[in-house]
DNA sequence: AGGTAAGATGAGTGGCGACTCATTTTTGAA
DNA sequence: TTCAAAAATGAGTCGCCACTCATCTTACCT
């Protein structure tokens, strides 16, 4: 279909610089904030932003985009790394953390107000925590009737409730350790 | 301070429609809606809208504090019908179906975009929470361990997790039973 | 080096939304 | 019934913001 050519080098730097300008205007200033603004950070005259992304919303879906997959990328590490029944669980933390940090996050799993287009990434989001809640059933550190739509609206919640709430380190550690405990086998 | 004589009968009834539309609209719509279409819904000239709240912050924060009084009301209701210990988990549930259908209640705890200030009312609502964890920790319906700002910031993503992320009844009713197992001691 | 197409620039446009105010209508008290 | 104060009206102001476009600049190919 659209065969483009390569951009040329200066429109990737630019590109990239309006990327990153964006994703701390809108974590900074929330989805509200003006085009305007980026370009300014981005150091990039008004027109140049628009040059690359037609629209507003195009921005946020390409900086969604960009957030989606790296913490995507993330559950990778994570699995490869500890014991197949605490990923779930890591990776729970992980997501929460950083919506925590990165404002934007939020929008992760429901779009908040500026809805996107449904899109692959949160079915490999989905996917990726039906693997991860398979490992940690057949390890048996989650019950066994816990269903994939409640992990996900769990997750859901605690992005939701971190991001708005604005806890300390402290209490999102301890709720978080709460939440994650209502998904562990009881003691016999 | 302010001895206000009572307002005429006429403002008084358009105060009720506005606040009502609002309401309304505002739960539709979101916070961004128009003051104009709220006027409109409420049959009344925009102007008539900014003479009783100056400011849309204000309409707003009008509206807050009416929804915040009703669910504290209801608290009163919940803690005299069943039993004590039950009180928390059932006025927690309350919170979340009402968050459910009304939009607006979202801003209940932390106040989303539009930010109001630091109002007593959330203060009542710490406390009212605070004396029903207390009555569930003596009938023993809750872990012993678990602390008031656990609770609050458990209520806080449960809210906006079901506001934002349109769950079905079903996963709504799953995702909470999830959450309050979380409270609850853990069988010997 | 020179040419050209891709890209950058930023003043300008249009629309929308919060808020104002001169004018008209309504209320309630005498 | 009369009338002054209170309230309602809604066209208009102002500012902000997404988006455009004529013009200038730059990268890259020969």
Sequence with gaps: MTADRPLRADAQRNRARILAAAEQVFAERGPAASTQEVAT???VAIG???????????????????????????????????????????????????????????????????????????????????????????AGTVRPD???DEVMALLSAATHGALAGAWSDDLRRRTLALLLDALRPRRS
Tied chains: 1, 2.
């Design 146 to 148: 816990v269903r994939l």
């Design 48 to 138: 140049t932003v628009f040059r690359h992304f037609p629209t507003k919303r195009d921005l946020l879906a390409a900086i969604m985009k960009d957030l989606r997959q790296r913490l995507l990328d993330k559950a990778g590490t994570l699995l490869a790394d500890g014991p197949p029944g605490a990923a779930l669980f890591d990776y729970f933390t992980f997501l929460v953390e950083s919506s925590a940090k990165v404002g934007t996050v939020a929008g992760l799993l429901a779009e908040e107000g500026t809805a996107i287009e449904p899109d692959e990434q949160i079915a490999a989001f989905t996917q990726t925590f039906g693997t991860l809640l398979d490992a940690a059933r057949e």
């Design 41 to 43: 950070r981005a150091d």
